[in-house]
Protein backbone atom coordinates (compact mmCIF):
# COMPACT_ATOMS: atom_id res chain seq x y z
CA UNK A 1 0.00 0.00 0.00
CA UNK A 2 1.12 3.05 -0.75
CA UNK A 3 1.39 6.46 0.74
CA UNK A 4 -1.45 8.35 -1.28
CA UNK A 5 -3.74 5.53 -0.67
CA UNK A 6 -2.88 5.06 3.06
CA UNK A 7 -3.52 9.18 3.50
CA UNK A 8 -6.94 8.47 1.46
CA UNK A 9 -7.82 5.57 4.22
CA UNK A 10 -7.45 7.76 6.86
CA UNK A 11 -9.20 10.95 5.68
CA UNK A 12 -12.00 8.32 4.81
CA UNK A 13 -11.90 7.09 8.56
CA UNK A 14 -11.54 10.73 10.21
CA UNK A 15 -14.68 11.96 8.10
CA UNK A 16 -16.84 8.62 8.65
CA UNK A 17 -16.11 9.12 12.47
CA UNK A 18 -16.88 12.95 12.38
CA UNK A 19 -20.17 12.40 10.85
CA UNK A 20 -20.63 9.61 13.48
CA UNK A 21 -19.82 12.26 16.45
CA UNK A 22 -22.07 14.69 14.50
CA UNK A 23 -25.17 12.50 14.86
CA UNK A 24 -24.38 10.68 18.10
CA UNK A 25 -24.00 14.46 20.08
CA UNK A 26 -26.03 16.32 17.12
CA UNK A 27 -29.26 15.03 17.42
CA UNK A 28 -29.88 15.68 21.64
CA UNK A 29 -31.34 11.67 21.58
CA UNK A 30 -28.93 10.03 24.43
CA UNK A 31 -29.60 13.13 26.77
CA UNK A 32 -31.19 12.65 30.39
CA UNK A 33 -31.15 9.10 29.74
CA UNK A 34 -29.18 8.50 33.18
CA UNK A 35 -31.71 6.53 35.47
CA UNK A 36 -32.38 7.38 39.05
CA UNK A 37 -31.96 5.19 42.13
CA UNK A 38 -35.95 5.16 42.23
CA UNK A 39 -36.47 4.54 38.33
CA UNK A 40 -33.67 1.38 38.69
CA UNK A 41 -36.20 0.23 41.65
CA UNK A 42 -39.42 0.38 39.97
CA UNK A 43 -38.28 -1.31 36.60
CA UNK A 44 -36.62 -3.89 38.79
CA UNK A 45 -40.00 -4.25 40.46
CA UNK A 46 -42.61 -4.37 37.31
CA UNK A 47 -40.12 -7.23 36.01
CA UNK A 48 -40.28 -9.27 39.03
CA UNK A 49 -37.33 -8.93 40.91
CA UNK A 50 -37.66 -8.10 44.93
CA UNK A 51 -36.01 -5.06 45.66
CA UNK A 52 -34.52 -4.75 49.79
CA UNK A 53 -32.44 -2.71 51.59
CA UNK A 54 -29.49 -4.49 53.66
CA UNK A 55 -29.51 -5.83 57.01
CA UNK A 56 -26.90 -4.75 59.06
CA UNK A 57 -25.58 -7.84 59.07
CA UNK A 58 -25.28 -8.10 55.82
CA UNK A 59 -23.77 -5.31 55.56
CA UNK A 60 -21.17 -6.11 57.81
CA UNK A 61 -20.65 -8.94 55.65
CA UNK A 62 -20.84 -7.70 52.28
CA UNK A 63 -18.45 -4.41 53.04
CA UNK A 64 -14.65 -5.14 52.15
CA UNK A 65 -11.97 -4.64 54.23
CA UNK A 66 -9.54 -1.87 54.55
CA UNK A 67 -6.28 -3.28 54.95
CA UNK A 68 -4.75 0.36 55.72
CA UNK A 69 -7.74 1.09 58.22
CA UNK A 70 -7.41 -2.49 59.75
CA UNK A 71 -3.92 -2.16 60.81
CA UNK A 72 -4.56 1.66 61.61
CA UNK A 73 -7.01 0.07 64.10
CA UNK A 74 -4.69 -2.63 65.24
CA UNK A 75 -2.40 0.13 65.86
CA UNK A 76 -4.26 1.59 68.30
CA UNK A 77 -2.83 2.11 71.96
CA UNK A 78 -4.26 -0.85 73.95
CA UNK A 79 -1.43 -1.76 76.19
CA UNK A 80 1.63 -0.14 74.79
CA UNK A 81 2.22 -2.76 72.19
CA UNK A 82 5.76 -3.93 70.91
CA UNK A 83 6.77 -3.23 67.70
CA UNK A 84 8.43 -5.76 65.61
CA UNK A 85 11.23 -5.25 63.68
CA UNK A 86 12.34 -7.66 60.63
CA UNK A 87 14.20 -7.57 58.06
CA UNK A 88 13.06 -9.40 55.17
CA UNK A 89 15.23 -10.67 52.24
CA UNK A 90 13.69 -10.17 49.09
CA UNK A 91 15.28 -13.05 46.73
CA UNK A 92 14.86 -13.59 42.75
CA UNK A 93 11.85 -15.26 41.34
CA UNK A 94 10.55 -15.28 44.88
CA UNK A 95 6.63 -14.76 44.94
CA UNK A 96 4.61 -12.83 46.85
CA UNK A 97 2.61 -15.80 48.70
CA UNK A 98 6.16 -16.26 49.83
CA UNK A 99 6.85 -12.34 50.84
CA UNK A 100 3.12 -12.89 52.70
CA UNK A 101 3.81 -16.24 54.74
CA UNK A 102 7.53 -15.01 55.45
CA UNK A 103 6.13 -11.52 57.04
CA UNK A 104 3.05 -13.50 58.58
CA UNK A 105 5.57 -15.78 60.41
CA UNK A 106 7.43 -13.21 62.05
CA UNK A 107 4.51 -11.21 63.12
CA UNK A 108 4.66 -8.06 61.03
CA UNK A 109 0.74 -9.00 59.25
CA UNK A 110 -1.96 -10.96 60.52
CA UNK A 111 -3.29 -12.82 57.52
CA UNK A 112 -0.90 -13.39 54.63
CA UNK A 113 -3.50 -13.88 52.44
CA UNK A 114 -4.86 -10.32 52.79
CA UNK A 115 -1.52 -8.95 52.00
CA UNK A 116 -0.94 -10.84 49.23
CA UNK A 117 -4.46 -9.64 47.95
CA UNK A 118 -3.96 -6.08 48.33
CA UNK A 119 0.02 -6.81 46.39
CA UNK A 120 -2.17 -8.23 43.47
CA UNK A 121 -5.37 -5.79 43.34
CA UNK A 122 -3.01 -2.55 43.58
CA UNK A 123 -0.62 -4.18 41.11
CA UNK A 124 2.37 -3.88 43.23
CA UNK A 125 3.25 -7.42 42.95
CA UNK A 126 4.68 -6.90 39.62
CA UNK A 127 6.99 -4.31 41.33
CA UNK A 128 8.81 -5.65 43.86
CA UNK A 129 12.03 -5.15 44.21
CA UNK A 130 14.74 -7.61 45.15
CA UNK A 131 17.22 -7.00 48.45
CA UNK A 132 16.39 -6.48 51.92
CA UNK A 133 14.13 -4.25 53.31
CA UNK A 134 13.56 -3.14 57.16
CA UNK A 135 9.63 -3.59 58.03
CA UNK A 136 7.89 -3.34 61.31
CA UNK A 137 4.32 -4.67 62.70
CA UNK A 138 3.35 -1.01 63.08
CA UNK A 139 3.43 -0.40 59.09
CA UNK A 140 0.41 -0.29 56.92
CA UNK A 141 0.05 -2.40 54.01
CA UNK A 142 0.60 0.56 51.72
CA UNK A 143 3.87 1.17 53.26
CA UNK A 144 4.79 -2.38 53.32
CA UNK A 145 3.90 -2.61 49.49
CA UNK A 146 5.79 0.61 48.67
CA UNK A 147 8.80 -0.49 51.15
CA UNK A 148 9.09 -3.77 49.41
CA UNK A 149 8.97 -1.77 45.47
CA UNK A 150 10.93 0.93 45.89
Do not use: C, W
Not at 6 to 16: D, E, N, P, V
Not at 37 to 63: D, M, N, R, S, Y
Not at 79 to 88: D, F, L
Not at 116 to 141: H, L, P, R
Request: charged share 30%; no cysteine; glycine share 6%.
Amino acid sequence: MNKARLQGLSAGIIFTTTIFAAFHYGTGKFEGTTTTAEEAKELLVKKGFVVTLPTEEAKKTVQPKDPDKVLIEKEAPKEAPSIVTYTIKVKTNMTTAEIADRLSKEKIIDEAAEFEAYMKDGDFSKKIQIGEFVVTNNMTYRQLANTLTH
